[in-house]
Each structure stands twice: as C-alpha cells, then as structure tokens.
C-alpha cells in the first residue's frame, strides 16, 4: 500500500470549515483512499473512501486530485465534537490481509 | 444497533495468567481483525480473519492466538500474558472482499499486565 503524509496538526475554528489534506504521490491505479478518524482513545471511526471521484456523506466531503497524488477531507461545519486525530490511508481494493496501515495522522483541533 | 463488541473494557492481570479479550459483530462481516496501539507505534495489526475457520498473522501475533469457530466472534487469546503486552486493544470487522468498505471498530479494551 502506498504511503500517506499528513500534517500532525491543525487547528479550526468551531462552525468553520475544517480542510484536511493528505499526500499520497505513490498511490496506484487500484488504491482507494481512506479516511479514519480517533476521537481520543476511541475505537477508530470510519469516515469516507473514494478512488478517483469526489465523494460526500453525512459526516464529511473528500476531494481527490485530478491526478490522484492527494486527497482534502472537508468537515463542512467543525463542531468541539470533531477534535480528534484524523488517518488518511491508502489500500488496495480487495488486497487479501484486509489490513488497515495507520500512520501517524493528524491531529484536528477545533477551538470554541 | 450495529455495532463491535468487546470485552472487557479495562484488565489488569498478572504476568502469565492466561487471558481471551472477547469480540463479537452483529453485521454479519466476514472479515474480522485484532489491533494494538502503543504511544508512538500507532495501530498494528496482530491477527486477521477472512472468515470462519480461516486466520492468518498481521504485522505483531508472537504471543497472541485467535480462533474463528462462529462468523460473529473472534476471541484474542493471551496463553501466557508479559508486560510488553500491556496495551489499548481494538477489534475490527468489515464485510465483503471488495476492501470497499470501511471497518467497524470496537471501543477497545486497555490491558495491563503487571
């Protein structure tokens, strides 16, 4: 699986948008990308996935670039409840460990 | 609800004392993971299954079993627990091969052993 980088953190204000970005310049032709999220020591949450088109949901928005060598996940309206420590990950689709590599991520801070 | 369950959610044990942290899905998944997190190492995989009867080793299983007998539970077995084994635990479950779609995870269950 290809290597992701992130930021280790960020800061947004509450109510505001929050844009997460994430590097992965080795990403494959078959190699979705993954969003996760820890809030605390929670059990990590999924957040959303894509291959090549833009994807939204209720939680969240991601945007894949053209060339597909980066990714900006959009928290639309940050709430308190967002902070947490955000994964970007990239794997391939069926790959038969069906293991998830989380990296280091980053950390997302939203402020009242 | 759907949902990963496990238990317990805190142990504290002794060096040696056989422990199983339960996990058991109610999403009907077929794949089924254990995971690790220390400060610093973030989250490894120990054990992964894709199905009953079928299980294989991730990335850190030395002194961890597992068994899949029945889809929903994927019990992690400590035979003779040390302290480098103290750590957050989380189990994991997904459906289908695809790797379409994202994993459910457990709250977790921190382990100390002293």
């Known amino acids: 699986d290809a290597k992701t980088t992130q930021p280790p953190s960020m800061d947004c204000a509450e109510g505001r948008a929050a844009n997460l970005p994430c590097n992965h310049s080795t990403i494959s032709g078959n190699e979705y990308v993954y969003w996760y999220r820890q809030i605390h020591s929670q059990g990590p949450q999924y957040i959303i996935h894509?291959?090549?088109n833009n994807e939204t949901n209720e939680m969240a928005s991601l945007i894949i670039t053209e060339d597909r060598k980066s990714s900006t996940l959009i928290l639309p309206h940050a709430t308190l409840r967002d902070t947490a420590v955000y994964y970007c990950i990239v794997r391939v689709a069926g790959s038969g460990s069906e293991k998830l590599v989380f990296g280091k991520g980053m950390k997302l801070t939203v402020n009242p | 609800e759907a949902q990963v369950t496990q238990n317990p959610r805190y142990l504290i044990t002794v060096t040696g004392k056989k422990l199983t942290v339960t996990c058991s899905q109610n999403?009907?998944?077929?794949?089924m993971s254990w995971y690790r997190q220390d400060p610093g190492l973030g989250l490894r995989q120990i054990y992964y299954?894709?199905?009953?009867?079928?299980?294989d080793k991730g990335d850190v299983p030395e002194g961890y079993k597992v068994s899949r007998k029945e889809k929903r539970n994927f019990p992690l077995i400590l035979e003779s627990p040390s302290p480098n084994q103290t750590s957050l635990y989380f189990c994991?479950?997904?459906?289908?091969?695809?790797?379409?779609?994202?994993?459910?995870f457990g709250s977790g269950t921190r382990l100390t052993v002293v």
């Open positions: 999403m009907n998944h077929e794949y």
């Open positions: 299954s894709m199905n009953v009867e079928v299980t």
């Open positions: 994991a479950s997904s459906y289908g091969r695809t790797g379409k779609n994202g994993y459910t």
């Open positions: 894509g291959l090549k």
